[in-house]
C-alpha cells in the first residue's frame, strides 16, 4: 500500500500540524505501507487561470511548467491532505495544489450516488481514499466544520472515499515541548490512524473517539495562550 501526504503548511516540516502527520506516518509505515511526503512550500506552484486548457485544448496537460509536471503524476492507494486552518479553510498553499488537480479529472459530468462529479482521468475505478489532517489556534473543534465538509464533497466529486480526518483544536501545543508529554496520548492515536489506515478499511471508531478529544480544558488553554501572547507583546523587540 501507497501513503502518499500531501504538507500544505507555510511552516513545512517545523509547523504544528506536521506533529500530527509524522506520528499518523509512522503508524502507516509500522504496519508496511510505503509512505512519501511532499512540502508544498518547498514547491512552486502557479495559480490556477481558470482557462480549462487543460481540459479543452491540451486534455490533461497542465499549462504551466511548474512543479505540479512532477505531483499530477504521483499514484497512491490513500492520500493524506495535510493543512493548517487558514480563514476556516485550507492554506493558500493546499488550495493551489487542489485547484491544480484539474486536469486529473474530465470536464464531463456524472452521477455519484445523490450527487455529480467528473470521471478520473486516469483513475476512475481504482479504490483510492482520502485522510484530511489538519490543527488550528482554536480551541473550539467547531471552527473545521467549513474544511470538513470541503474534504467530503472534494471526495464525493471525485470517487474517493473520506476514509477519515484528525482535526486538532488548541494546535499551538502540538510544538511546544514542555506540553509533549501532556499531549503524548493523542499523538499515539495519530499512529494508531495510520496503522489502522494501512491494515483495516479505515480510522477505528475507537481511535477515532480519541482524535476527537480536546488535548486541553478551553478555559485554561485560553488563559495560557493569552499569558503567552502578552508575554511576547512585552519583549517584542523595540
Ligand atoms: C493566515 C492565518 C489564518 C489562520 N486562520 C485560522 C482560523 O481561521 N481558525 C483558527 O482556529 N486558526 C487559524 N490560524 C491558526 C493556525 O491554524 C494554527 O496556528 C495552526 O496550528 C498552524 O499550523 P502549522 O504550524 O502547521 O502551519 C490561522 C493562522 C494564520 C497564519
Known amino acids: 500500500m501507497k501513503i502518499l501526504a500531501i504538507n500544505g503548511s507555510p511552516h513545512g516540516r517545523d509547523g ?15 504496519a508496511g505501507a510505503e509512505v512519501e511526503v511532499v512540502y508544498l512550500k518547498e ?14 485544448r491540451t486534455p ?11 505531483l499530477l503524476h504521483k499514484q497512491a492507494d490513500v492520500i493524506v491532505l495535510a493543512t493548517p486552518l487558514y480563514a476556516f479553510t485550507v492554506t493558500g498553499l493546499m488550495k493551489d495544489f487542489m485547484d491544480r488537480l484539474v486536469p486529473i479529472n474530465q470536464p464531463q459530468l456524472i452521477k455519484r450516488g445523490d ?4 470521471p478520473g482521468r486516469h483513475h476512475e475505478g481504482q479504490a ?5 489532517i489538519s490543527s488550528c489556534g482554536s480551541p473550539d473543534r467547531r471552527v473545521f ?3 470538513l465538509e470541503t474534504f467530503r464533497q472534494s471526495c464525493s466529486c471525485c470517487g474517493i472515499e473520506f476514509a477519515g480526518a484528525i482535526l486538532c483544536p488548541a494546535g499551538s501545543l502540538l510544538n511546544m515541548p514542555p506540553a509533549r508529554e501532556q499531549i503524548q496520548w493523542y499523538l499515539d492515536a495519530c499512529e494508531a490512524a495510520g496503522r489502522e489506515i494501512t491494515v483495516q478499511a479505515g480510522i477505528s471508531p475507537e481511535t477515532q473517539a480519541v482524535l476527537e478529544r480536546d488535548l486541553i480544558d478551553q478555559d485554561t488553554y485560553i488563559t495560557n495562550f493569552n499569558a503567552y501572547i502578552e508575554n511576547l507583546l512585552a519583549n517584542r523587540p523595540q
Open 145 to 147: 466544520s467549513g474544511l
Open 128 to 132: 483510492i481514499k482520502e485522510v484530511l
Open 115 to 118: 450527487g455529480f462529479g467528473h
Open 16 to 30: 504544528n500540524t506536521e506533529q500530527l502527520l509524522q506520528p499518523f506516518l509512522k503508524g502507516a509505515d509500522s
Open 43 to 56: 514547491k512552486r506552484i502557479n495559480h490556477c487561470t481558470g482557462c480549462f486548457t487543460c481540459w479543452f
Open 60 to 70: 490533461g496537460v497542465r499549462v504551466y511548467e511548474d512543479d505540479m509536471r512532477e
